[in-house]
């Protein structure tokens, strides 16, 4: 995805959601994942192509920042033309 795409995206979170788009999508030392919403913690993905593959090991590492700041995990996706949300049922 273009630098473009992602950062409207993560914009587009934040403004849905009510929270705050995390600086350089969250690559710096502090501040990590893309948008920071309050109860959640959000990592965005998004592609054109049919399928998404979405690693556990991604996942536990999105998980594990998340409970340190005391917020939920989210995957927020943008496929095929759909916008998504993937929690971890036991956290909810």
Same mark, same amino acid.
């Given at each position: 995805?273009?630098?473009?795409? #992602? ?5 587009? @979170? ?10 350089? *999508?969250?690559?710096?030392? !502090? /501040?990590? =994942? ?7 913690? @959000? ?7 049919? *399928?998404?593959?979405?690693? %556990? #090991?991604? !996942?536990? @590492? $999105?998980?594990? /920042? #998340?409970?340190?700041?005391?917020? $939920?995990?989210?995957? =927020? %996706?943008? %496929?095929?033309?759909?916008? $998504? ?8």
């Amino acid at each position: 995805m273009t630098n473009q795409r #992602a950062d409207r995206q993560e914009k587009g @979170i934040a403004k849905r959601l009510g929270g705050r788009k995390q600086p350089r *999508s969250g690559a710096g030392p !502090w /501040r990590k =994942h893309d948008v920071d919403q309050g109860d959640f913690l @959000i990592e965005a993905k998004y592609t054109d192509a049919k *399928s998404l593959t979405i690693k %556990i #090991a991604d !996942w536990e @590492i $999105l998980r594990r /920042r #998340a409970r340190t700041e005391g917020k $939920l995990p989210m995957y =927020h %996706i943008e %496929i095929g033309g759909r916008r $998504l949300v993937v929690t971890e049922e036991g956290d909810m």
